[in-house]
């Protein structure tokens, strides 16, 4: 629904909206609001993990992702990085489950740095907006 769109959190694809302050405790009618005032593109991955969880600014939201990132993939994170030559001595299937543990490490990595300088940064709503509109005009 999203896909045009980046997750503010962790730059994957949005295919989602997060309310950033969350519906649970911003709406008292029941209604659910999607007004951009209120939300920012999110990958589902994100917004899962955020929940309903009580935090008001991107940047906090950001740094609760990222302690939830590092603790789900210690393992992968954990995993030992490999030379290419000892990659290329190995067996089609080991080769290609350490191939694919690399590319998740990389994958995990990117997403763990951006969401630092996410949390770092500590964008408002407004400023998400306007990057993404100054995204699309160009």
Known sequence: MFSKYSCTYCDDIAEDLDHVIPHSYASSSGVRSYKKELVVPCCK???DLLGD?????IGERAAYL???YTKRYKKILDTPMWEKEEIEELG??????IQRGICLKE???KKLAHLEIISLIGP???DVWGEIKDKEDK
């Open 45 to 47: 991955e994100c917004n």
């Open 107 to 109: 994958k995990v990595t």
């Open 66 to 68: 990222g302690d939830r």
């Open 53 to 57: 969880k009580l935090f008001f600014l």
């Open 124 to 126: 408002t709503i407004e």
């Open 92 to 97: 089609h299937s080991l080769k290609s489950m």
